[in-house]
T-cell receptor, first 114, second 113 residues
Framework: AQSVTQLGSHVSVSEGALVLLRCNYS??????LFWYVQYPNQGLQLLLK????ATLVKGINGFEAEFKKSETSFHLTKPSAHMSDAAEYFC????????????WGAGTKLIIKP | ETGVTQTPRHLVMGMTNKKSLKCEQH?????MYWYKQSAKKPLELMFV???????ENNSVPSRFSPECPNSSHLFLHLHTLQPEDSALYLC????????????FGSGTRLTVV
């Protein structure tokens, strides 16, 4: 069965520091991979996605992620954290058994220290 | 505004009430979804509609009843809910297939008392 693992339910970084949120997946087929962000009392917003082609994907708000097939990883990074980045981040992979379903990680809450 | 609108934003209901959640999108998407988001739990897919037909139903209790009258509107009818049904209910839409990812609404925060 497919699965998505996000390491760390909470990650705390100082403002201006590097943000690294980890996502590993298991999939028997080439995956489509997604990162979403959820601000308090809001729905989820697509940050970026990998489907095919270039393995380094750039998204909104200065985030990027790199698809590494050999490591089955899709980690999210941002060079310099801002206070406005405080939110919960979800990694997801397309479900091989369904044309519609995404398999979701449990989420990582990003805390920014002043 | 994401293009997917959910109403109401907040709902408090008693266990014997009947209420409905509404979702509307004008993005031209063909698929619509209901998700449940509870504290400390992964996102749970409840229902999927494609071209107004239900294509997935993930073992959701019958006290939740979806309705998709057209490709722009999706409802979730609620009756005789339990306190453990309190959660954020998220609607999403997409073109057919998971390749594109979803566009989510802002959710309805439901509290069952």
């Amino acid at each position: 069965a497919q699965s998505v693992t996000q390491l760390g339910s909470h990650v705390s970084v100082s403002e201006g520091a590097l943000v690294l949120l980890r996502c590993n997946y298991s999939s028997s087929v080439p995956p489509y991979l997604f990162w979403y962000v959820q601000y308090p009392n809001q729905g989820l917003q697509l940050l970026l996605k990998y489907t095919t082609g270039a393995t380094l994907v750039k998204g909104i708000n200065g985030f990027e992620a790199e698809f590494k097939k050999s490591e089955t990883s899709f980690h999210l990074t941002k060079p310099s954290a801002h206070m406005s980045d405080a939110a919960e981040y979800f990694c997801a992979v397309s479900g091989s058994g369904s044309n519609y379903q995404l398999i979701w990680g449990a989420g990582t809450k990003l805390i920014i220290k002043p | 505004e994401t293009g997917v609108t959910q109403t109401p934003r907040h709902l408090v209901m008693g266990m014997t009430n009947k209420k409905s959640l509404k979702c509307e999108q004008h993005l031209g998407h063909n698929a619509m979804y209901w998700y449940k988001q509870s504290a400390k739990k992964p996102l749970e897919l409840m229902f999927v509609y494609s071209l107004e037909e239900r294509v997935e139903n993930n073992s959701v209790p019958s006290r939740f009843s979806p309705e998709c009258p057209n490709s722009s509107h999706l409802f979730l009818h609620l009756h005789t809910l339990q306190p453990e049904d309190s959660a954020l209910y998220l609607c999403a839409s997409s073109p057919p297939g998971s390749y594109y990812g979803y566009t989510f609404g802002s959710g309805t925060r439901l509290t069952v008392v």
